[in-house]
């Protein structure tokens, strides 16, 4: 089964930088796509980034290109997030979907996702 556990978030001013992990155990996850994901107060929740573990194939939303930089080592997923602005406060999932057996996977959406974190909250102060 597979276990995912967030960490990093916090309490960071506009301009600032946090970088987000996600632990993840129970296989190997080389066969997996990866996806952040965060939703805001009483907002939808809203894809982030994404990245197919055995390619190192990158996906993000618009609204955080060239701020936020997804990348894995070992059974870790990162997200480094720069330029931090208040809209950017939300708390943040960690996701992932088992890609073998030619499973499909469209990493914006969050219901192709197999597995979730329990969130980590992140707090960007103007």
């Known amino acids: 089964q597979v276990q995912l556990v967030e960490s990093g978030g916090g309490l960071v001013q506009a301009g600032g930088s946090l970088r987000l992990s996600c632990a993840a155990s129970?296989?190997?996850?080389?066969?997996?796509?990866m996806g952040w994901f965060r939703r805001a107060p009483g907002k939808a929740r809203d894809f982030v980034a994404a990245?197919?573990?055995?390619?190192?194939t990158t996906y993000y939303a618009d609204s955080v290109k060239g701020r936020f930089t997804i990348s894995r080592d070992k059974n870790t997923v990162y997200l480094e997030m720069n330029s931090l602005k208040p809209e950017d406060t939300a708390v943040y999932y960690c996701?992932?979907?088992?890609?073998?057996?030619?499973?499909?996977?469209?990493?914006?959406?969050?219901?192709?996702?197999?597995?979730w974190g329990q969130g980590t909250q992140v707090t960007v102060s103007s």
């Open positions: 129970g296989r190997t996850f080389s066969s997996y796509g």
């Open positions: 996701a992932a979907r088992d890609l073998s057996g030619g499973n499909s996977w469209y990493p914006g959406v969050d219901y192709t996702y197999d597995a």
């Open positions: 990245i197919r573990w055995s390619s190192g």
